[in-house]
């Protein structure tokens, strides 16, 4: 079987499957507290204690898939979050839950920066904006079917579907992967960088920490600052660690790449804005137009169709002619545009059909942004530092999402999500149009970032159209390579950065 195909189907059911479970468990967070007789405060530990977990164990994952194999640590770390997704399911108090969340993200902090390696090392630079588009579907489909599936489960089933739900993916993943799935190992994947592996870890578990509990505590409680101190101060602690070490953990010497580095930067922003308004709108949703968990799903489920359709565009046509620069500094700013009408259209009275077709514009953009971003990422990153510098940028895309959540979140409290009128209390709309405004600014800066850092030439070797019937013709699979690009096409990378 073709590895492009075979390693594509088994990554795109894994990061369906972690981006997923994020979203959907979100919806039973209030369901879990009432059946454990707990607050909804004190539940939020089973998010808090998963997302640090994600974050310890992600610094790891790149020099775990080199020393043993990209195929069997992915598919041992789709195996360790599909059984702890089956044991979260089966909890008996929140203690247990909690535990079992904990385990369930090593094995999601595992398998999204292995699993990009593998399809990195398997398609070549001339292919990369066809992998783009792939990676496009679990990103756009997961975020917008969690609140719709989540809402489903927990109001016709039970909470504990919500975790059950991860078993047959991750089941029929890790079969498929055993089969079709061909192994491949780095020659030299060098020592175990010990210091390095703790220092980041604890460093990115407790900035994690104090970034997702910082609007719940108020950021200026002394467990949230101590976490964020400690988190600063280890990973200074680690820079100065790494660049000493020959065959660091983090491979922070791959930052020197101009490519890579603009790409780490913009998944920062372009993660704080996007996934920030993920999760204000259907906190708007329900709680400014009380609109049902599922009724808020649906009415978010737009953007996963502009996605799907801006996919096609962006693959075929606009990245081969105009390059990675231009596209993302459009769809970031198109982020913003989007972004700045929702907080006009922030009101109570708003025409749900009117924010509908906003969350289509929103994923319309999103491709412009994230397929430029993947297809030109590791444009320049030879094949030995794939797995590192995945490691690397996953990190900085799972902190862009926490910081998103966290800034948003921020606005909203130090604004008010409710006010008093008269004697009822109702929901105060400047609030939630604040924390749009701060996403817009978000994305702005991104915008102008692209435009400053990124250049079309270092991505020469991506930008190589696609079309079918050339590709048919000459044998080359999925018809991706018209003559005149066919000397870009070749897998190695220029200039590439060891």
């Not at 999204?112 to 399809?119: E, R």
């Not at 991506?462 to 590709?471: D, I, L, S």
Request: charged share 10%.
């Amino acid at each position: 079987m073709d590895q492009r195909f075979a390693v594509s189907a088994v990554y795109v059911a894994a990061l369906f499957l972690s981006i997923l479970d994020v979203t959907i468990v979100n919806v039973a967070i209030p369901t879990i507290g009432r059946d454990f007789h707990t607050s909804a405060a004190s539940v939020d530990v089973i998010v808090i204690g998963f997302l640090v977990s994600l974050a310890v164990f992600i610094p790891a994952s790149g020099w775990i898939g080199d020393r043993f194999g990209g195929k069997r640590t992915l598919l041992a770390a789709i195996s360790v979050f599909t059984v702890a997704s089956a044991m979260c399911g089966l909890a008996t108090s929140l203690g247990e839950l909690v535990v079992f969340r904990v385990v369930q993200g090593i094995g999601g902090g595992m398998l999204t920066p292995v699993g990009m390696a593998m399809l990195y090392r398997t398609f070549p630079p001339a292919e990369r904006v066809r992998l783009a588009g792939i990676l496009m579907l679990p990103t756009a489909l997961a975020p917008a079917l969690g609140p719709v599936i989540g809402g489903l489960l927990v109001t016709d089933l039970s909470w504990r579907w919500v975790f059950f739900v991860n078993l047959p993916i991750g089941v029929a993943a890790v079969i498929f992967g055993a089969l079709f799935v061909t192994e491949r190992r780095e020659p030299k994947p060098g020592r175990f960088d010990l210091s390095g592996f703790v220092l980041a870890g604890a460093g990115l578990g407790a900035l994690m920490y104090g970034v997702s509990e910082g609007p719940t505590r108020g950021w200026g409680s002394i467990p949230v600052l101590a976490m964020m101190l400690a988190g600063v101060t280890l990973l200074t602690l680690m820079v100065r660690v790494e660049m000493s070490v020959e065959q660091p953990m983090i491979n922070l010497r791959l930052l020197g790449d101009r490519l890579f580095r603009a790409a780490n930067i913009l998944v920062v922003l372009t993660m704080t804005g996007f996934f920030g308004v993920l999760y204000l709108v259907p906190l708007y949703y329900q709680d400014a137009r009380g609109l049902s968990a599922l009724a808020s799903g649906l009415s978010t489920f737009p953007e996963a169709i502009g996605v799907l359709i801006a996919a096609q565009v962006v693959s075929r046509y606009l990245y081969p002619s105009i390059g990675p620069r231009r596209l993302m500094a459009a769809g970031l700013l198109g982020i913003a545009v989007v972004t700045l009408a929702m907080a006009g259209a922030s009101g109570s009275l708003t025409n749900l059909w009117y924010l509908r077709g906003l969350m289509f514009a929103l994923g319309y953009c999103i491709p412009h942004v994230m397929m430029s971003m993947q297809a030109a990422a590791f444009a320049t990153i030879s094949p030995a530092s794939t797995g590192r510098a995945s490691t690397l940028f996953n990190a900085d895309r799972q902190l862009g999402g926490a910081v998103g959540v966290a800034l948003l979140s921020t606005v909203l409290a130090a604004i008010g999500p409710t006010r008093q009128v008269g004697a009822h209390l109702v929901a105060h709309v400047a609030a939630y149009r604040g924390a749009f405004l701060a996403a817009a600014a978000v994305a702005l800066m991104g915008s102008v970032t692209a435009l400053l850092t990124v250049r079309d030439a270092e991505a020469a070797a991506t930008m190589v159209r696609r079309r079918r019937p050339a590709g048919a013709r000459s044998g080359v699979p999925g018809g991706l390579i018209d003559g005149s690009a066919a000397a870009d096409a070749a897998p190695a990378a220029p200039s590439p950065v060891a």
